[in-house]
């Protein structure tokens, strides 16, 4: 596979705050079609979570912090990063997020690529399906 040359891209950014007991991917992926983007990363995410499945572990017994929360958003998938603190210990659990349901808040920074869209394609060197940035032609909406 031949190496992507990086796009360079303006932003438009959506500042959100999300309550107690929503799910963060599924209104994410809402949000993107309410307002017809076809693309979206991750700027910033603090809050806290009560429910959280994850590749290694499903955390649902009580709150966590959400240390640090990163990924994008294409209209058919998503792919997110993310580590979580018990504020009793301190102890420290991360990785791939597959659902993500809010404690009391969390409040997020999302961008849209202006100039480029994101997609999923398979990757025979991973086996998986990875990102794909696509630059927008003058033409694309």
Do not use: W
Request: proline content about 6%; overall charge negative.
């Amino acid at each position: 596979m031949p190496r992507q040359t990086p796009a360079s891209t303006g932003l438009r950014c959506y500042p959100l705050r999300l309550g107690p007991g929503v799910e963060l991917i599924s209104t994410i992926h809402e949000l993107m079609e309410d307002i017809g983007v076809q693309s979206l990363f991750i700027l910033s995410c603090i809050g806290t979570l009560s429910q959280c499945s994850l590749n290694s572990r499903q955390l649902n017994k009580k709150e966590y912090e959400i240390v640090s929360l990163n990924g994008t958003f294409d209209s058919e998938s998503h792919h997110l990063m993310g580590s979580f603190a018990d504020p009793q210990t301190g102890a420290l659990i991360g990785g791939r997020v597959h659902s993500l349901t809010v404690h009391s808040t969390c409040e997020l920074m999302l961008a849209e690529p202006l100039d480029c869209t994101f997609s999923r394609a398979f990757d025979p060197r991973t086996g998986g399906n990875e990102l794909v940035v696509r630059r927008k032609l003058l033409t694309d909406p």
